[in-house]
C-alpha cells in the first residue's frame, strides 16, 4: 500500500548520537499509527517508538528519554533521533506503517555501536 525507505544508519561511537529517517510514498494512503522497530542479531524483533495519528508517542523502556520519534509534514517522513547510544542499542532498524488498514516494513537500516 505505502512504500517505506530507511536512511541514515551507520557506525557509531558509544555515546553518540544518529537519526534515521524514513521516506513514505504511496497514493491515496492515510497513516494512521507508524513505529520504529529493531531486531539484534540473535533477537527477536521489537517495538523501539511509534506515534499515532493523534501525536501519541510510546517507547521501549531500553530507549526512553534517549530515543525520540517525530514526523514531517503529511507523514512524508517520519524520523527517529537516537542519542547517548549503546552498543546494545546495535540492531537492525525497520519502519513500520500502519495505512489504509494495510501493514508495511522497510527493509531496514543497520545500526552498529562499537568503540
Known amino acids: 500500500q505505502v512504500q517505506l525507505v530507511e536512511s541514515g544508519g551507520g557506525l557509531v561511537q558509544p555515546g553518540g548520537s544518529l537519526k534515521l529517517s524514513c521516506a513514505v510514498s504511496?497514493?491515496?494512503?492515510?497513516?494512521?499509527?507508524m513505529a520504529w522497530h529493531r531486531q539484534a542479531p540473535g533477537n527477536q524483533r521489537e517495538l523501539v517508538a511509534g506515534l499515532n495519528r493523534d501525536g501519541i508517542t510510546n517507547y521501549a523502556d531500553s530507549v526512553k528519554g534517549r530515543f525520540t520519534i517525530s514526523k514531517g509534514n503529511a507523514w512524508n517522513t517520519v524520523y527517529l533521533e537516537m542519542s547517548s547510544l549503546k552498543p546494545e542499542d546495535t540492531a537492525v532498524y525497520y519502519c513500520?506503517?500502519?495505512?489504509?488498514?494495510?501493514?508495511?516494513w522497510g527493509q531496514g537500516a543497520q545500526v552498529t555501536v562499537s568503540s
Open positions: 513500520y506503517a500502519l495505512a489504509n488498514g494495510v501493514q508495511s
Open positions: 504511496g497514493r491515496l494512503f492515510t497513516i494512521f499509527y
